[in-house]
């Protein structure tokens, strides 16, 4: 009997969340760079849908807060509107992923504004290579 293939789904920013869970750093911006790679080739018709779906917690604050900031920075990307669940996700004290003297001044110049305004400094650049 033959077996079927599995069918190709793009993975969406709750299944990202779930990856993120107890990974260490390098995975963590290995699966980001995965989720942007999949959203750029998904037809933007379905970019949407791959946002809509809140990602439970990653037992990271930052990397939950994180996950919102991608979320409505994507969609900003393609002309729309993020999804609602973002709204409730902040950070009190500013957060740089890249923590070095000349990252920090990049991020600050240049984070773009859905990160910004949730206290995570990361440069464009920085998740260009993600």
């Known amino acids: 009997m033959r077996k079927r293939a599995a069918r190709y789904e793009p993975l969406t920013v709750a299944r990202l969340g779930d990856l993120l869970v107890g990974a260490d750093e390098t995975r963590r911006w290995r699966l980001v760079a995965e989720f942007l790679e999949e959203y750029r080739w998904e037809p ?52 740089f992923p890249f923590n070095t003297r000349a990252a920090r001044v990049d991020a600050v110049v240049h984070a773009p504004a859905a990160f910004r305004r949730r206290g995570v400094y990361v440069s464009a650049q920085e998740l260009n290579v993600a």
Do not use: C, I, Y
């Open 44 to 95: 933007s018709e379905m970019r949407a849908g791959l946002l809509e779906q809140e990602p439970s917690p990653t037992g990271d604050e930052h990397w939950d807060v994180f996950l919102a900031a991608l979320a409505e920075h994507v969609a900003a990307k393609d002309a729309r509107g993020a999804p609602p669940w973002v709204e409730t996700r902040s950070l009190r004290r500013f957060w």
